[in-house]
């Protein structure tokens, strides 16, 4: 607030803040009217809040001296009414003689004492650099950092804040993500809004995901086919360096237990030595403890006799031919039969048959990737020993203006035609394809007339020829020229116009197109009147028969009224005097022009009001609407602002803009779901116009040792002091698959299977994975090709569980099939052998929710258990249809706990 100024007047006292002039600066209070008293304070008060620049506001200097104001300044020289500006006022006994000069208290000038004496004092402030006053100095002081500023001439709503060195500078709206829609929320702060739009193209950096799309925020790509078409390999792809190959060591057991068997990344299953002293068959019935060789084959210590080589049976001719020497079956040849692996291929390969000893190509599994080499398929794979395509490739452009076909070798082609085609444009006609594009020849709208402008509807083709009256202007004043549609230019003569010859001794006027005029000089005597006539009612109008010119004397009339022929004047205000009509400044009245953004004024040479415009920028209310911001004056028209942005981020409320009182947020329907913000709660819905949070999120990690609630979205398990649990079995699946768990399935290509993958593991390496190798979907057909129901179990093994007659199961859970009711299920179930109970007890089924792809669920489930029980997973898709482009089920972090004995 600003402090006042206490003067001493002869009764009492006043107060005396400065005002404004705006043509000669500040000057005392005494000599101001008050309402532009008022008006100046108001200008220099918005110029503080709003920095108007270089705005001069030039104030009295200050003297703390007490004979400015009483000695002989305004009061005593008597003001306006006495002895004001012309004799006791400024000139005499005002500011000069016994103002500031007329006595001092000795301290010298102060520059200032409130912030608005510095108006004018400092130029050039900003709206983050304002004009203060410090200790009697004014100085240019920055406003605090953070400060909300608008620069002049920006729109409100910029995220503006004052920086440094008194600067105003808006908030960097764009992040640079494409996947969110960046903009100023109503001047405060920079949001940057997720978007989910699938027609986004964006680049995630992660080579394992490509043709990325917008999806709540994120660019989300899908994954990249790491497929070597090695089938003993793992192939699974890595953030940051991509696809990787891990050989399968379990995946190249070709049936002989004396050879080591190993997965070449490249080449596949191959022979990498021998299993000297292992446990064999040698397929003869007369020999006993067979054992590897170090040569690979495989011989037993004979427990019979034999005379002939037909006594010698062997089952397996792959292993050699059996002969009898000394009475005793032995094998002679060359040893087990090696297959050339050369000729194998993807789908098929050498192996040797055991009833003929040969090489023979067997076919591997159906379903197995390969590479067809035909361009003109998008899938392969193999089938009874043979690659074969499917899915051919999206050959089709969708452009009529080329051939789409396919090459085995190349791929897809387009061959761009010549035949006819639709542009879309119905200002063209003929149209047809060429270079694979639409063209036609544009239509013809030309009238072949100058003054009219030719056109054409691109929507319905219609021709239109605008006539233009301006392009027959022939210059004449005696004529109306105009353009008339479909004829031209038309000249026709106008009588009625009014035209000049320039000379003041003739009366001109239009007559069949042309100026036509009439002598007026000389004057005479007896029509004196009619031709001396200087319309000047303050003189004698005569004629000089002699000098053969009129005469116009002084009549004697001062005083009456006449018309000045000023056309801005109004009619009859002036007064004659001494022949002249003198002006009394009776102005016309021009205010049924002014407006808002205009001022009503006289045109001097023709009498008429018209609007003048207002300065560009003025405010205004365009609209009559609460709804519109920041009208403004703009060639003379008040023009609408922007709109107000009426969104109070409630979403239990409906926002919307009155007219006449603005913004309105009204509550929504009751139960709409909302988020209240509370990550604990589930369930959230709209009361009232306000988010009621719904249930709390249920916590438990089914162990009796811990206190489970619910913290910030995420559920924690304090342990209970003296407590104990005893951890019987648990699995990360992260080095190597665990040989004593059983797993079975009813297809070879979809089962369970311990998988080392980071990419599909809660933690660590690898999981327990049911789906196929590829991961590409859990399908299975039967030998005619029909979808079939494809199930499988995967049990843990036996464990001591001591006096527990409980336990508490914990896995982690990535789901990624189907959830609708009745089909793909995943169950927790146990087996007891010896036992009445029923052969598998279930405890635990997939709730129907969709959990998403990537998206792991801690599962607890609480099992009663005995002697001789197993815990197992069962998985069954139920039907053998909708299938396709799942990746199937994950199971990581495996633990079963109980209490201590």
Same mark, same amino acid.
């Given at each position: 607030?600003?402090?006042?100024?206490?003067?001493?007047?002869?009764?009492?006292?006043?107060?005396?803040?400065?005002?404004?002039?705006?043509?000669?600066?500040?000057?005392?209070? &005494?000599?101001?009217?008050?309402?532009?008293?008022?008006?100046?304070?108001?200008?220099?008060?918005?110029?503080?809040?709003?920095?108007?620049?270089?705005?001069?506001?030039?104030?009295?200097?200050?003297?703390?001296?007490?004979?400015?104001?009483?000695?002989?300044?305004?009061?005593?020289?008597?003001?306006?009414?006495?002895?004001?500006?012309?004799?006791?006022?400024?000139?005499?006994?005002?500011?000069?003689?016994?103002?500031?000069?007329?006595?001092?208290?000795?301290?010298?000038?102060?520059?200032?004492?409130?912030?608005?004496?510095?108006?004018?004092?400092?130029?050039?402030?900003?709206?983050?650099?304002?004009?203060?006053?410090?200790?009697?100095?004014?100085?240019?002081?920055?406003?605090?950092?953070?400060?909300?500023?608008?620069?002049?001439?920006?729109?409100?709503?910029?995220?503006?804040?004052?920086?440094?060195?008194?600067?105003?500078?808006?908030?960097?709206?764009?992040?640079?993500?494409?996947?969110?829609?960046?903009?100023?929320?109503?001047?405060?702060?920079?949001?940057?809004?997720?978007?989910?739009? @699938?027609?986004?193209?964006?680049?995630?950096? *992660?080579?394992?995901?490509?043709?990325?799309?917008?999806?709540?925020?994120? !660019?989300?790509?899908?994954?990249?086919?790491?497929?070597?078409?090695?089938?003993?390999?793992?192939?699974?792809?890595?953030?940051?360096?991509?696809?990787?190959?891990?050989?399968?060591?379990?995946?190249?057991?070709?049936?002989?237990?004396?050879?080591?068997?190993?997965?070449?990344?490249?080449?596949?299953?191959?022979?990498?030595?021998?299993?000297?002293?292992?446990?064999?068959?040698?397929?003869?019935?007369?020999?006993?403890?067979?054992?590897?060789?170090?040569?690979?084959?495989?011989?037993?210590?004979?427990?019979?006799?034999?005379?002939?080589?037909?006594?010698?049976?062997?089952?397996?001719?792959?292993?050699?031919?059996?002969?009898?020497? #000394?009475?005793?079956?032995?094998?002679?040849?060359?040893?087990?039969?090696?297959?050339?692996? #050369?000729?194998?291929?993807? !789908? %098929?390969?050498?192996?040797?048959?055991?009833?003929?000893?040969?090489?023979?190509? =067997?076919?591997?599994?159906?379903?197995?990737?390969?590479?067809?080499?035909?361009?003109?398929?998008?899938?392969?794979?193999?089938?009874?020993?043979?690659? %074969?395509?499917?899915?051919?490739?999206?050959?089709?452009?969708?452009?009529?203006?080329?051939?789409?076909?396919?090459?085995?070798?190349?791929?897809?082609?387009?061959?761009?035609?010549?035949?006819?085609?639709?542009?879309?444009?119905?200002?063209?006609?003929? *149209?047809?394809?060429?270079?694979?594009?639409?063209?036609?020849?544009? #239509?013809?709208?030309?009238?072949?007339?100058?003054?009219?402008?030719? &056109?054409?509807?691109?929507?319905?083709?219609?021709?239109?020829? =605008?006539? /233009?009256?301006?392009?027959?202007?022939?210059?004449?004043?005696?004529?109306?020229?105009?353009?008339?549609?479909?004829?031209?230019?038309?000249?026709?003569?106008?009588?009625?116009?009014?035209?000049?010859?320039?000379?003041?001794?003739?009366?001109?006027?239009?007559?069949?197109?042309?100026?036509?005029?009439?002598?007026?000089?000389?004057?005479?005597?007896?029509?004196?009147?009619?031709?001396?006539?200087?319309?000047?009612?303050?003189?004698?109008?005569?004629?000089?028969?002699?000098?053969?010119?009129?005469?116009?004397?002084?009549?004697?009339?001062?005083?009456?009224?006449?018309?000045?022929?000023?056309?801005?004047?109004?009619?009859?205000?002036?007064?004659?005097?001494?022949?002249?009509?003198?002006?009394?400044?009776?102005?016309?009245?021009?205010? &049924?022009?002014?407006?808002?953004?205009?001022?009503?004024?006289?045109?001097?040479?023709?009498?008429?009001?018209?609007?003048?415009?207002?300065?560009?920028?003025?405010?205004?209310?365009?609209?009559?609407?609460?709804?519109?911001?920041?009208?403004?004056?703009?060639?003379?028209?008040?023009?609408?602002?922007?709109? @107000?942005?009426?969104?109070?981020?409630?979403?239990?409320?409906?926002? &919307?803009?009155?007219?006449?009182?603005?913004?309105?947020?009204?509550?929504?329907?009751?139960?709409?779901?909302?988020?209240?913000?509370?990550?604990?709660?589930?369930?959230?819905?709209?009361?009232?116009?306000?988010?009621?949070?719904?249930?709390?999120?249920?916590?438990?990690?089914?162990?009796?040792?811990?206190?489970?609630? !619910?913290?910030?979205?995420?559920?924690?398990?304090?342990?209970?002091?003296?407590?104990?649990?005893?951890?019987?079995? /648990?699995?990360?699946?992260?080095?190597?698959?665990?040989?004593?768990?059983?797993?079975?399935?009813?297809?070879?290509?979809?089962?369970?299977?311990?998988?080392?993958?980071?990419?599909?593991?809660?933690?660590?390496?690898?999981?327990?994975?049911?789906?196929?190798?590829?991961?590409?979907?859990?399908?299975?057909?039967? %030998?005619?090709?029909?979808?079939?129901?494809?199930?499988?179990?995967?049990?843990?093994? /036996?464990?001591?569980?001591?006096?527990?007659?409980?336990?508490?199961?914990?896995?982690?859970?990535?789901?990624?099939?189907?959830?609708?009711?009745?089909?793909?299920?995943?169950?927790?179930?146990?087996?007891?052998?010896?036992?009445? @109970?029923?052969?598998?007890?279930?405890?635990?089924?997939?709730?129907?929710?969709?959990?998403?792809?990537?998206?792991?669920?801690?599962?607890?489930?609480?099992?009663?258990?005995?002697?001789?029980?197993?815990?197992?997973?069962?998985?069954?898709?139920?039907?053998?249809?909708?299938?396709?482009?799942?990746?199937?089920?994950?199971?990581?972090?495996?633990?079963?706990?109980?209490?201590?004995?």
């Amino acid at each position: 607030m600003m402090k006042a100024r206490t003067l001493n007047f002869v009764e009492g006292t006043h107060t005396r803040p400065p005002t404004v002039d705006l043509v000669r600066g500040v000057r005392a209070p &005494s000599r101001a009217k008050p309402a532009a008293m008022a008006f100046a304070l108001a200008i220099a008060s918005a110029c503080l809040s709003l920095g108007c620049g270089n705005v001069k506001v030039v104030e009295d200097p200050i003297d703390d001296a007490t004979a400015q104001d009483s000695g002989g300044g305004d009061v005593t020289g008597g003001g306006d009414a006495t002895g004001g500006d012309a004799t006791g006022g400024d000139a005499t006994g005002g500011d000069a003689t016994g103002g500031d000069a007329g006595g001092s208290d000795g301290g010298g000038k102060l520059q200032c004492i409130t912030d608005y004496d510095c108006n004018g004092v400092l130029l050039g402030t900003t709206p983050c650099r304002l004009p203060m006053c410090q200790a009697g100095t004014c100085a240019l002081v920055d406003t605090a950092k953070g400060t909300a500023c608008q620069n002049p001439g920006e729109l409100v709503g910029e995220c503006a804040t004052c920086g440094d060195a008194g600067q105003c500078v808006k908030a960097p709206v764009d992040d640079g993500n494409p996947c969110t829609k960046d903009y100023c929320d109503q001047g405060k702060a920079v949001v940057h809004e997720p978007v989910t739009d @699938l027609t986004i193209a964006c680049e995630d950096d *992660d080579v394992c995901y490509d043709n990325g799309t917008c999806v709540e925020g994120e !660019c989300a790509g899908k994954p990249i086919d790491c497929s070597d078409g090695v089938a003993c390999t793992f192939d699974t792809c890595e953030k940051g360096s991509g696809c990787k190959h891990t050989a399968d060591v379990g995946g190249c057991d070709d049936g002989d237990p004396c050879t080591k068997d190993a997965c070449d990344l490249k080449a596949g299953c191959k022979a990498s030595g021998t299993n000297t002293g292992a446990n064999c068959d040698d397929g003869n019935s007369c020999t006993e403890k067979d054992a590897c060789l170090a040569d690979g084959s495989c011989v037993g210590t004979s427990t019979c006799a034999c005379k002939l080589d037909t006594d010698c049976k062997n089952a397996n001719l792959c292993l050699g031919t059996m002969a009898c020497e #000394k009475g005793i079956c032995v094998t002679k040849g060359t040893g087990p039969v090696a297959c050339d692996q #050369k000729g194998n291929t993807a !789908c %098929a390969k050498l192996e040797c048959q055991p009833a003929t000893g040969k090489c023979e190509p =067997t076919a591997v599994s159906d379903g197995l990737a390969c590479d067809d080499g035909d361009a003109c398929t998008t899938e392969s794979g193999c089938k009874s020993g043979v690659c %074969a395509g499917s899915k051919p490739p999206p050959c089709n452009d969708s452009n009529d203006c080329t051939n789409d076909s396919c090459d085995p070798k190349s791929g897809c082609k387009q061959v761009a035609t010549t035949k006819p085609c639709l542009d879309d444009n119905a200002c063209t006609e003929k *149209d047809s394809c060429a270079n694979g594009a639409c063209v036609g020849v544009t #239509k013809a709208c030309d009238d072949g007339l100058a003054c009219t402008v030719d &056109s054409c509807n691109k929507t319905t083709g219609a021709c239109s020829n =605008t006539p /233009q009256d301006a392009t027959c202007d022939d210059k004449n004043l005696c004529t109306k020229d105009s353009c008339v549609a479909g004829k031209g230019c038309s000249l026709t003569a106008d009588d009625s116009a009014k035209c000049t010859d320039g000379d003041e001794c003739t009366n001109d006027a239009c007559k069949g197109g042309v100026c036509a005029s009439v002598n007026t000089c000389p004057c005479k005597a007896d029509t004196a009147a009619k031709d001396c006539d200087d319309k000047n009612p303050c003189t004698t109008d005569s004629c000089d028969t002699a000098a053969k010119k009129c005469v116009n004397s002084p009549n004697g009339a001062d005083g009456k009224p006449c018309d000045t022929g000023d056309k801005c004047q109004q009619p009859g205000s002036g007064a004659c005097g001494g022949g002249t009509c003198k002006s009394s400044n009776t102005h016309l009245d021009c205010s &049924s022009k002014s407006g808002p953004c205009a001022t009503g004024t006289c045109v001097a040479a023709t009498g008429a009001c018209v609007a003048a415009p207002k300065a560009d920028g003025l405010g205004c209310n365009a609209d009559s609407s609460a709804c519109t911001a920041n009208d403004a004056c703009k060639s003379g028209t008040c023009t609408p602002g922007v709109a @107000l942005y009426c969104n109070d981020s409630n979403p239990c409320t409906a926002d &919307s803009c009155n007219k006449t009182s603005g913004c309105v947020s009204i509550g929504t329907t009751s139960n709409q779901p909302c988020d209240d913000g509370d990550a604990c709660s589930a369930g959230d819905t709209c009361q009232t116009g306000k988010c009621t949070p719904g249930k709390q999120i249920p916590c438990s990690d089914g162990s009796n040792c811990t206190n489970d609630y !619910c913290k910030n979205g995420a559920c924690v398990a304090e342990p209970i002091a003296n407590c104990c649990v005893k951890t019987f079995l /648990q699995h990360k699946f992260d080095v190597k698959a665990p040989t004593d768990w059983v797993l079975t399935q009813s297809n070879d290509l979809v089962r369970w299977r311990f998988r080392l993958d980071t990419g599909f593991a809660y933690s660590g390496a690898g999981s327990l994975h049911y789906g196929s190798l590829e991961m590409k979907d859990i399908i299975a057909k039967d %030998a005619a090709g029909s979808l079939v129901q494809n199930s499988g179990s995967a049990y843990m093994p /036996q464990f001591p569980t001591g006096t527990a007659s409980s336990v508490t199961l914990r896995f982690w859970l990535l789901w990624d099939a189907e959830v609708n009711d009745g089909y793909d299920k995943l169950s927790v179930v146990t087996k007891v052998a010896g036992s009445d @109970l029923p052969a598998i007890q279930t405890h635990w089924t997939l709730p129907k929710f969709q959990l998403g792809p990537n998206s792991w669920h801690q599962v607890t489930v609480k099992i009663p258990i005995g002697k001789g029980t197993q815990i197992g997973f069962l998985f069954d898709t139920v039907d053998g249809a909708a299938n396709e482009n799942w990746k199937g089920v994950f199971i990581d972090d495996v633990v079963v706990e109980g209490p201590c004995d």
